[in-house]
């Protein structure tokens, strides 16, 4: 924001240069960016931080340097009020407010025999000082006083207005306005317009139409001055793409009080210029008069902000210079009344930074910090992140990090198993591309795009992965951003060899294994379930090569090979295992008391196998629950090492050779220990799955 220094020391009389004056600016918060020189003087370009609406105007960055130099802040300009003047104004027009809370307040001023001309030579020195362009006298007063009071003002044609009224509602379905730069502008039905007794002539708080814009002929206009609410302001500005001054104002914050005083000022000025005479009184509908703000303030919680002790009179000197009141002090506390243009300060913290840049931030005193530490540490989040990113890595997959931005696919589907409504695709309203169209759904499209890139040059192993967020819209307006984990491997996950390659049905079992161990890493209860069951498969992959994982009755993610049409697509010559894991399933489903330490036995461990016959149909894994659960705390480790059929063994039965680790913790075994263990294991083996055994 641009304004003129003998603007602003106009009303706080402070004898610095602009230099000086820029930096007591600065110190108190208000930074000034640059200082030129203009025929208005020294201009200060100062930025103004977004709760600090009150900033916007020459009397509020005056009050803040007269009190950051202790000098009497003159106040606003005098002017008669038209709340004490005869109510000729109601006789003209009236005001009816719909909704109040989009508008908790709108005053109305007439003026009549309008003579349109230029302004004043020492007003339009100041606009174009401020970065305003002269217009006209009328455009011009309504401007200066924006810059001068913060309350934006918007002047209608009175005669083009029906019923000669203005009605502030919202807008109706399928309303249209073209606004003053020639713009036909739909109009949602959450935006605030202004309206006559028939049609909208303003986008509230934005910018004015153009059937109801002051012209030549215009002999009487109607002279808003209203208070918006913020949030109201910025999504109707920013659904059209349309930033005014203000809007820009409104966004902030406006003094609702500072309604009335803002339309009498420009009153008096077109008065004073000769450009039409104002007729008596004001229309104000104010049906929700906000309360007045009042705060504690402990002179011990400043001591404790701030690092030293500010006396009575600083605290209470400091606020009033600001506009605060204050009411008296006992024991160390101040009772504060909030000014209507601070609704910024809402806590006491707010009141100790008030007194705190006021009295000087140089005055904190320069200590090294003391206390207690406590030992920092990731958060669960970035440590699951973290956890899952080092086991995939040494699992030999490597990280790659992709567009979140892609175009429509295939392999954009979200799972929907994970319960995340329909899923629908996010668009990108003002999109640089088709490929860039709209937010990714899935993972998988990112790293399958690297697998293809880096196939097509003939590297490998090729095996990645990648944490990241997607998105998706469940309903009308609603909007889930989640993380997940995803990872694509093609071919072998180490280089070629006589040893063989990992292209054929083998690429599932290699992805299965990488995602169990990855599981197990985590201390993840999980297990797998096959499509055809509650759930429909899913489409990106193929039909009788995938499945899902859950936990808990809760779904994880999925496992599957690419559809072959999807492969075919990516041109792989491999097949393609992919994966997508959701982060915050995993997380509930992760036990983080299950990586607790265990030492190494300093006892010798002994080694047996063991060789159950058992018919054909019974798995590897029922054999090695039966066990691991038989043989007790002392079985270390066991190993299927052959699976065996054929002649001896009679048709229908199969051969498990498993190799047997056992070792204490606390003594050596001895071979009744080791020998009752495995007697154990073969009677449950012979009753749980009807297990033969070659001494039998």
Known sequence: MRLPVEWITAYAPLDLGPEAIASRLTMAGLEVEATEETDAGVVLDIKVTPNRGDCL????????????????????????????????????????IEDPDLCPRYAARIVENLRLGESPAWMQRRLVAAGMRPISNIVDITNYVMLETGQPLHAFDYETLRERRIVVRRARPDELLVSLDGVTRPL??????????????????????????????????????????????????????????????????????????????????ISETGSGTPVPGVVDEYPRRPAPVRLRLRQSRCSELMGYVPTEDEIAGSLMALGFSVAGETGGVFEVGVPSWRRDVTREVD????????????????????????????????????SIREFLVGAGLQEVKCHTLVAPSGLDQPEPSLGYGDGARIHIRSALSAELSGLRRSLLPGVCDALRRNARHGLGPLAFFEIGAVFSSTGPATHVEREAVAGAMCGPMSERSWL??????????????????????????????????????????????????????????????????????????????????????????????????????????????????VSRGVPYEAVRGIVRRAAGDILERLALTDVFEGPPLAEGLKSFTVSLTFRSADRTLSEADVEAALTQARDRLRSEVGATFQED
């Open 188 to 269: 949602g039905t959450e935006m605030l317009v202004i309206a006559d007794a028939e049609r909208p002539v303003a986008i509230a708080g934005v910018m004015g139409g153009a059937d109801t814009e002051i012209t030549q002929a215009t002999r009487t206009l109607l002279l808003e001055s209203a208070h918006f609410d913020w949030k109201s302001i910025r999504r109707t500005a920013r659904v059209l793409g349309l930033g005014t001054e203000a809007s820009y104002r409104f966004e902030r914050g406006v003094d609702p009080d500072g309604v009335v005083y803002a339309a009498d000022l420009a009153c008096r000025l």
């Open 351 to 386: 009141l100790v930074e008030e007194v705190a840049r006021i009295v000087g931030y140089e005055r904190i005193p320069e200590r090294l910090p003391s206390g207690a530490t406590t030992q920092g540490g990731d958060a669960p989040g970035g440590a699951l992140r973290n």
């Open 57 to 96: 105007s020459v009397l509020g960055v005056a009050r803040e340097l007269a009190a950051a130099g202790g000098t009497p802040y003159l106040g606003a300009p005098q002017c008669p009020s038209s709340e004490d003047e005869p109510p000729d104004a109601a006789l003209h027009t009236g005001v009816t």
């Open 500 to 613: 063989g390659a990992t292209r054929g049905a083998e690429a599932f079992f290699v992805g299965s294994g990488v995602v169990r161990a990855l599981l197990t890493s985590l201390h993840a209860d999980a297990a797998c379930e096959v499509a055809g069951g509650d759930w429909e498969p899913d489409a990106r992959l193929h039909p009788q090569r995938q499945t899902r994982i859950v936990s808990g009755g809760r779904t994880l993610g999925i496992l599957g090979e690419l559809h072959p049409a999807q492969q075919a697509e990516l041109r792989l010559r491999d097949r393609c295992v992919v994966f997508e894991l959701d982060l915050a399933a995993l997380a509930s489903a992760s036990h983080a008391d299950g990586g607790s330490f265990v030492p190494f036995s300093r006892y010798p461990a002994v080694t047996r196998d063991l060789a159950p016959r």
